[in-house]
């Protein structure tokens, strides 16, 4: 999911020069960074919904939907279409009327997405930026940062303390 994974899309491009010799140039593809967010931006409803009720089973001792709509401050409806595609893709479980339960999968993705959160809270708040706006910014830069610009912050906040 990061871009560290992704060693780059080379394209390998033929001149003929004079019609006698054959130049083969490396261009490294453009889209690479730009498929990467798109792909992280697919994800980031999924992992705000299984962090939420991670918090949400942890503060009330459960989670129901209307819990989610007024965490995420969105109407009932919009959390039960969301809570049915998670539900669709494994990561929740739900039965009407009951409360909206992590499966194993979401349980692991929601423990993921909540390191990350917290290095990337931690990293902001070591270069000084005040509570208040590195809770705001670790919020949105938590869904795009790779593994390796990760690691560097752990790295970085273990050599600070």
Same mark, same amino acid.
């Given at each position: 999911? #990061?871009?560290?994974? =992704?060693?780059?899309?080379? @394209? ?9 010799? %054959? =130049?083969?140039?490396?261009?490294? #593809?453009?889209? =690479?960074?730009?498929?990467?967010? &798109?792909? &992280?931006?697919?994800?980031? +409803? ?9 918090? $949400? ?7 129901? !939907? $209307?819990? %989610? ?16 595609? %998670?539900?669709? /893709?494994?990561? $929740? ?8 339960? $992590? +499966?194993?999968?979401? *349980? ?7 390191? &990350?959160? @917290?290095? !990337?809270?931690?990293?902001?708040? /070591? @270069?000084? !930026?005040?509570? +208040?706006?590195? /809770? ?5 830069? /938590? ?5 390796? +610009? *990760? #690691?560097?912050?752990?790295?970085? %906040?273990?050599?600070?303390?």
């Amino acid at each position: 999911m #990061a871009t560290d994974d =992704v060693k780059g899309i080379i @394209l390998d491009i033929a001149n003929f020069l004079g019609g006698r010799h %054959l =130049v083969v140039k490396k261009v490294k #593809a453009r889209s =690479v960074p730009f498929s990467q967010t &798109r792909a &992280r931006h697919a994800n980031e +409803t999924a992992e705000d919904y299984v962090e939420a009720v991670m918090e $949400l089973i942890a503060e009330l001792g459960e989670c129901r !939907v $209307l819990d %989610l709509a007024r965490y995420f401050n969105v109407s009932h409806v919009t959390v039960s279409r969301i809570v049915k595609r %998670l539900h669709d /893709e494994n990561l $929740l479980h739900t039965m009407p009327y009951k409360p909206v339960e $992590l +499966t194993v999968e979401g *349980l692991k993705l929601a423990k993921r997405v909540k390191d &990350r959160h @917290l290095v !990337v809270l931690a990293f902001l708040m /070591e @270069l000084g !930026v005040d509570k +208040t706006n590195a /809770e705001i910014d670790s919020e949105g830069i /938590e869904h795009h940062v790779g593994s390796k +610009t *990760l #690691a560097a912050m752990k790295k970085f %906040l273990k050599k600070q303390s």
